[in-house]
């Protein structure tokens, strides 16, 4: 079973950066599958703007294209999301999480929130 753990969050003014990260555990299944990061802001379903193919071709939503960035380290098990130019509607919890279903068990997740 991989166990995921997001950090990296935190408060951050609009047009601020944040770099978060996701650690993989359990099993060394990650190296070889399509992983993604996914958001919930309050009182909307969770969403997914960003993903990586094992070999590292990426795709974004069109809401954090151009200002995102995600990476993956096999070696390490683990994945990054540089967010650049944040603005409030950015604010959420984010999780990393396989791109595709069956789902693994989705971890804690980290808070992002953008405000002056």
């Known amino acids: 079973q991989v166990q995921l753990v997001e950090s990296g969050g935190g408060l951050v003014q609009p047009g601020g950066s944040l770099r978060l990260s996701c650690a993989a555990s359990?099993?060394?299944?990650?190296?070889?599958?399509?992983m993604g990061w996914y958001r919930q802001a309050p009182g909307k379903q969770r969403e997914l703007v960003a993903t990586?193919?094992?070999?590292?071709?990426?795709n974004y939503a069109d809401s954090v294209k151009g200002r995102f960035a995600i990476t993956r380290a096999n070696a390490t098990n683990t994945m990054y999301l540089q967010m650049n130019s944040l603005k409030p509607e950015d604010t959420a919890v984010y999780y990393c999480?396989?791109?595709?279903?069956?789902?693994?068990?989705w971890g804690q997740g980290t808070q992002v929130t953008v405000s002056s």
């Open positions: 990586i193919t094992t070999d590292g071709s990426t």
């Open positions: 359990g099993s060394n299944i990650f190296r070889v599958t399509n």
């Open positions: 999480n396989k791109r595709l279903s069956p789902l693994w068990v």
